[in-house]
């Protein structure tokens, strides 16, 4: 029998002459939260876009339930991605569009549900992220903050298996960083899903983690549980946490 979750292994992939991933050995177990680490530009964007099969490996496999994701077809991609949602970094909500109409074009696109019920979804998926009242309101109404969450209700609303977060902190304050980690922890309990957040803030990641991934220099240097990672005591991991410039991982 297929292992359920996402398994990927010997994964590199090249941009020009930029090899960003080589040889990226991760297993997610599915009802797992897992968080991705690295330090800018190694990648971490990358490996989402490769497991929802936005882009291609040039060498391994990457497996979502026993199916294979570079090789799927058209259909089967299609069919993959009902089952993921990717909050993304920026948000990408289309600005032209209000903020409900952004959250019900994923059901308009994925399912054939009718008028009535995609709003009415919709509605609720924003509720669900303290944004009820904001259904007629323009993207650029809001705050940065509020933009995530409206991301979030996105990735939601097409009830997914799992979700994969871009970065759900960055630049926000800790007070909404705050409030958008326990969003993340409280949708993980009610909806059951696998969820994957990567970042390279340390506060999110003790908040919504449960196991943990570094990754450097096109590789995984660092797998754990939690608890593995707080013991670290040196290495690139204990870099990381300590958010220090000397050690093994290079600061440019
Ligand atoms: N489509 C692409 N074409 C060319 N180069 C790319 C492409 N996507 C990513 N890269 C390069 O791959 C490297 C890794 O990018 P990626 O966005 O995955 O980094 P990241 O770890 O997510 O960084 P950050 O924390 O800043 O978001 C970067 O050097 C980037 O320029
Ligand atoms: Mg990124």
Do not use: C
């Not at 496999?61 to 089967?76: A, F, K, T």
């Not at 939601?156 to 960055?170: F, G, K, Q």
């Amino acid at each position: 029998m297929s292992e359920a979750g996402i398994v990927i292994s010997q994964v590199s992939k090249t941009f020009g002459q930029q090899k960003v991933l080589d040889g990226v050995d991760l297993r997610i177990a599915r009802g797992e939260q897992r968080v991705i680490l690295g330090k800018s530009g190694q990648g971490k964007s990358v490996m989402l876009k490769l497991i929802v099969g936005l882009l291609k490996p040039d060498r391994g496999s990457i497996l979502v339930d026993g199916e294979d994701v570079p090789g799927l077809s058209r259909r089967g991609l299609f069919r993959l991605r009902r089952r993921f949602a990717m909050v993304f970094q920026g948000g990408a909500l289309f600005d032209s569009m209000t903020v409900g109409e952004n959250v019900a074009l994923a059901l308009r696109e994925h399912t054939s549900l009718e008028e009535d019920e995609v709003t009415e979804r919709a509605r609720s998926a924003l509720s669900q992220v303290g944004l009820g009242g904001s259904y007629d309101k323009m993207p650029a109404e809001l705050s940065g903050g509020m933009r995530k969450r409206a991301g979030i209700a996105r990735a939601i609303v097409t009830r997914p298996d799992y979700l994969l977060y871009d970065e759900p902190t960055t630049g926000l304050d800790p007070i909404s960083s705050d409030a958008i980690n326990h969003l993340i922890l409280r949708l993980d309990r009610e909806l059951g899903v696998t969820s994957v957040v990567v970042t390279h803030d340390m506060t999110s990641a003790w908040t919504v983690g449960e196991r943990f991934a570094l990754l450097n220099d096109g590789r995984i240097v660092f797998d754990g549980s939690k608890e593995e990672a707080q013991a670290t005591t040196d290495g690139p991991m204990r870099q990381f946490i300590d958010g220090s410039s000397e050690g093994p991982l290079q600061a440019f």
